[in-house]
């Protein structure tokens, strides 16, 4: 995208949009919120019926067409759907989660876990079974899936398990969960964009956006331009048409630069301090079982000292 196309566009936008202006810059300048991007890919399949079941049969290798047999419940964060048979029976007996990232998440699989226990409860409440009964309650088999669409290197696909966050090792863990995380950025995951034209249309149109955001100052101009440029070229076309006031908003906020970057380091400044209290705590237990008080005391007043302390116990 050369520099005298953007201008030419730019101008070209000028002069064919002035309605909508003031309510979107009124609209930029509300509190951000960190999962609008996030939301825009609930919302756009949400929206599509016909997507959705195409990224259902894209995940499970599966052929279905009737698009009026998917149930969709948005929980929190994700997106639950069941698909029905001709026969009106839950296919293949799943439950499918499927959430969209931003940022790497490794506590995904608690997550899951805790919207798997809400769903459960309300199926086996509809069901009016009881748990304390001799009947055994079927329960549909879970589909966890995290779509990660952020700007950190990631692999294509990898697994988050809930055993990851268990504390001890030493015996194997009675539960587990596991979480598949595709990595659906422009460019990767091509045979599973090949099945599900809008998954690979959604990743082309956010990679379209972050270009020329890097190019324009100004984030709304920018992004009415990338939504233009789409539209020119098939990509989220139609959505894009029906939706553009919501979908400028919502990018709006996701695209604050600075906020966003901020939130990073402040991210980063909350881990570190979290490691560096888990690092003395694991020192102060060391000296206390050593019995070595006075080096626990002389440690709290000297850092320089601390840190002796700290590569004699290779903390």
């Given at each position: ?124 409440e509809q069901a009016e079974e009881s748990l304390y009964g001799t009947k055994l309650i079927t329960l549909p088999t879970p589909q ?172």
């Amino acid at each position: 995208m050369q520099e005298a196309k953007l201008k030419k566009q730019k101008n070209q936008r000028k002069r064919k949009s002035s309605f909508s202006t003031g309510w979107l810059y009124r609209l930029g300048r509300k509190k951000v919120h960190w999962k609008v991007k996030d939301r825009l890919f609930r919302f756009l399949f949400e929206k599509d019926r016909e997507a959705l079941l195409q990224l259902y049969n894209a995940l499970n290798g599966t052929d279905y067409h009737e698009a009026s047999d998917l149930q969709v419940v948005t929980l929190e964060g994700a997106v639950y759907m069941v698909m029905k048979n001709d026969l009106a029976f839950v296919v293949a007996g799943t439950l499918n989660l499927y959430e969209h990232q931003s940022t790497m998440n490794p506590n995904m699989p608690v997550r899951f876990l805790i919207y798997l226990a809400g769903e459960y409860q309300k199926l086996i409440e509809q069901a009016e079974e009881s748990l304390y009964g001799t009947k055994l309650i079927t329960l549909p088999t879970p589909q966890c899936v995290v779509f990660y669409n952020g700007e950190k290197e990631m692999p294509e696909e990898q697994t988050l398990q809930l055993s990851d966050a268990f504390e001890s090792r030493r015996n194997e863990a009675d539960v587990e969960l596991s979480v598949r995380m595709l990595n659906i950025n422009y460019g990767h995951n091509g045979e599973l964009m090949a099945k599900c034209r809008v998954l690979e249309e959604y990743a082309r149109f956010v990679d379209i956006c972050r270009q020329y955001i890097a190019q324009e100052s100004d984030r709304q101009e920018a992004l009415h331009i990338a939504i233009e440029y789409c539209i020119e070229h098939d990509i989220l076309s139609e959505f894009l048409r029906n939706n553009r006031a919501e979908v400028v908003g919502m990018l709006l906020e996701k695209f604050d630069m600075k906020k966003y970057e901020r939130s990073l380091r402040e991210e980063g400044r909350e881990e570190g301090i979290e490691q560096g209290i888990e690092r003395t705590n694991k020192l102060t237990r060391i000296l206390l079982e050593q019995n070595r008080i006075d080096d626990l005391k002389r440690a709290t007043e000297e850092p320089a000292y601390q840190e002796q302390l700290f590569h004699e116990f290779g903390l």
